[in-house]
């Protein structure tokens, strides 16, 4: 049994040292995108104070609008740019419908109020685009979908292109994110509402735009993560499971930090496939996935309670 | 001035002369009267009009929900902690009761039921561990891992579900006194029976639970905990009590969800749109209140059911499943809705409304 847990995958990896990389390559990319998902949390949370439940079906409605938008015989990057003007309309109708009343409530009334859009979307989703699983328009959007084969140690290690393509846009993405946040006077903006709402609306700054423009970088993350794993999995609501997979990758990282959510996203995408090839399957049954990255988390939190890049929390009476 | 028939409400004249007239459960007559009427209506009324339709549609299922309700919201709406793992929780009543049943099958059904609760307090408890160092949506996020950890053991776990080849737990004909109780031979106006007794019972011991020191500690701890630690308060007793009570509430719940109501159960029916619904049920309702939970409930299991009428009723021609794609985009946006207008939810609407009608006729 001991033999089991902490000898034999060590062994099995050192075994097959092309193996081990697949299964680290495979937990890269979908860490990539744990991130990104988790960084349009971040930006909402920082700014706002809400915990947005509703990115995981936003990525599904991404997903959903620009195939069916392309099945209506637009062409492929017109209708891109119709769902990013798709993604921009739900966020100012987000911000006055249902943000701008609640301004000031506690945090878990904006929380369920996010639930709520969660499930108007569902809803909406379904009837509008229905519910059977579509095929990403990958090769319409110029995405390259053959693989590579490389040969380290001797071995087998195969890349798909599409996750190189994925690693690649997020990255750039994550950069473009983190210029946009440092260098412009929005992206200050942004951060300046995070560190200190009072101050912030003090010297001019307007809450109502800058949450217009955090929900709408939220929706393009959403459409980027939408494409990137609806060209892998097909377009379906079962990728709102996704979503889930950001909330502790959030916890991890801490609810506030940019840094936190990019190195949670990753470690979560490394170490859940790792656990679950070498003690997942072997040992427990398999699809330990699911759990995984929240008990990591939960232990995280244990010791310390702000996640690993969080604010230190302060508590006065 | 109306004389006393049209002041409906009126309190003034009610005087009490001892401190036990003043903490008594119901203070004031005409609340003890709207409550009696409440009981008739749900021990004689219902029993004698509803129809086979009605009790499993609305009565039975809002019962079940109101009660899960109820125990999340001693956690949440008393205690202050915030928990997205009640189904779950539920789920563990639930296997728990069926263990039992297929281990003693000898055993009084309803003992099994009240019985199972006490394993989900168990794991509540140690799922409530890290509340004493982490708060507020960190706790929450923590929960769901108990949430997808729990289901995820609901189904590799064989021996919970007796190694069923369908992996599923079915519920059998449980015998009381002679008459079926579960099961497929149980008729619905018994089980609608057993589910009131053990929800009045479960709301009575809440009620003064909330009213007593452990209550009072809750609620200190939820207003804010370092404040309550400071006047002395345990707070790993007062939170983990909480947690305890909390998930021996929603566990019996869970039992009488698969055993009064479903009759079978797969694990991924203890999935996280159930803890979701909970969880709207108990904030619509009202968090810190126990009637909004049955409010809540009301709405949130009712509407569903009426808003499949209405298509019929006008004639209108929709497939089934576009009314069910309505139905949770109108639910959406009801919640959103009530988020706006009321965020104390129904309960607040209510206490609102009973001011009215104590000043009544006049407006101030």
């Known amino acids: 049994m001991l033999n089991d847990i902490f000898i034999a995958p060590f062994a099995d990896m050192i075994a097959a040292p092309d193996f081990l990389m697949q299964v680290l390559w495979e937990g890269l990319v979908s860490g990539v995108l744990y991130a990104l998902i988790a960084l349009g949390f971040v930006l909402i ?32 990057w017109i209708s891109v740019a119709l769902t990013l003007g798709v993604m921009f309309v739900l966020a100012v109708s987000i911000e006055r419908v249902v943000l701008r009343p609640l301004v000031g409530q506690p945090d878990i009334i904006l929380f369920m109020a996010t639930i709520g859009i969660t499930l108007f ?19 319409e959007l110029g995405i390259p979908t053959g693989d590579t084969v490389l040969e380290p140690f001797g071995g087998l290690l195969i890349l798909q292109h599409l996750d190189i393509t994925v690693v690649v846009v997020a990255c750039a993405l994550v950069a473009a994110l983190l210029a946009f946040l440092n260098y412009t006077q929005m992206g200050r903006a942004i951060r300046a509402l995070g560190d200190d709402h009072q101050a912030a609306l003090s010297v001019g700054i307007s809450l109502q735009t800058v949450w217009v423009l955090v929900w709408f970088i939220a ?19 079962a990728l709102e499971v996704i979503a889930y997979k ?29 656990f679950e090839i070498y003690w997942g399957q072997p040992l427990l049954g398999g699809n330990t996935e699911t759990w995984f990255a929240f008990v990591l988390a939960l232990i995280v939190l244990l010791f310390r309670p702000q996640g690993l890049f969080g604010e230190r929390i302060i508590e006065r009476v | 001035m109306g004389d006393e028939k049209d002041m409906l409400y009126r309190t003034a004249g009610q005087f009490k002369t001892s401190y036990e007239a003043d903490q008594a459960l119901f203070p004031v007559r005409q609340d003890a009267i709207l409550l009696a009427v409440i009981l008739a209506c749900a021990w004689v009324i219902f029993p004698l009009v509803a129809s086979e339709f009605v009790f499993q549609t609305l009565l039975i299922p809002i019962l079940i929900y109101s009660l899960a309700a109820l125990g999340l919201n001693i956690l ?31 055993m009084n059904p309803i003992v099994a039921i009240l019985l199972s609760g006490v394993f989900s307090a168990g794991i509540g408890v140690a799922f409530g561990i890290p509340s004493l160092r982490i708060k507020g949506f960190y706790l929450a996020i923590a929960t769901l891992a ?23 737990i079915q519920v059998p004909n449980l015998e009381m006194f002679g008459v079926y109780i579960a ?41 804010m905990d370092i404040a309550a630690e400071l006047i002395g308060i345990n707070l790993m007793k007062s939170k983990l009590t909480a947690f305890a009570v909390s998930s021996y509430i929603v566990g019996v719940a869970g039992a009488l969800f698969v055993f009064m109501w479903r009759g079978a159960a797969e694990p991924n029916l203890f999935d996280i749109p159930l803890s979701f619904r909970i969880l709207f049920i108990a904030i619509i309702g009202g968090l810190g209140s126990i009637m909004g939970n049955y409010l809540g409930a009301i ?8 808003l499949n009428l209405v298509p019929n009723a006008l004639g209108i021609p929709i497939g089934s499943a576009t009314v069910e794609h309505l139905n949770i985009m109108i639910v959406g946006s009801l919640i959103v809705f009530f988020l706006i207008v009321e965020p104390h939810g129904l309960a607040q609407l209510w206490r609102l409304i009973r001011e009215k009608l104590i000043i009544w006729p006049f407006p101030h």
Not at chain 1, 48 to 67: D, K, P
């Open chain 1, 246 to 274: 950001a909330l502790p990758v959030l916890m991890l990282g801490g609810l506030e930090s940019i840094t936190g959510a990019i190195i949670g996203g990753l470690m979560i995408g490394l170490l859940e496939k790792l």
């Open chain 2, 76 to 106: 949440t709406g008393f205690a202050g902690q915030l928990s997205l793992g009640t189904a779950a929780f539920m789920g563990v009543g639930a296997y728990a009761c069926y263990k039992m049943i297929t281990i003693m099958p000898w």
């Open chain 2, 299 to 306: 709405l949130i299991v009712g509407l569903p059911v009426v």
């Open chain 1, 121 to 139: 979307l569902i809803g909406g989703g379904e009837i509008i685009f229905g519910g059977e699983n579509k095929v990403m328009i990958t090769e």
């Open chain 1, 219 to 237: 929706g393009i993350i959403a459409l980027v993560t939408g494409i990137a794993w609806g060209a892998r999995a097909g377009v379906s609501f």
């Open chain 2, 146 to 168: 108990a949430q997808f950890f729990l289901v995820w053991l609901f189904e590799k776990w064989a021996w919970l579900y007796n190694y069923n080849a369908s992996g599923a």
């Open chain 2, 183 to 223: 099961g497929p031979q149980a008729s619905s106006i018994v089980q609608y029976f057993v589910v009131l007794f053990i929800v009045s019972l479960l709301t009575l011991v809440c009620i003064n639970l909330t009213r007593g020191t452990l209550g009072r500690t809750w609620k200190a701890t939820r207003d």
């Open chain 1, 45 to 76: 949370f920082r700014s706002s104070r809400i915990f947005n439940f509703a990115q995981g079906i936003m990525v599904v409605f991404a997903a959903l609008t620009l195939v069916g938008l392309h099945s209506f015989g637009i062409p492929a």
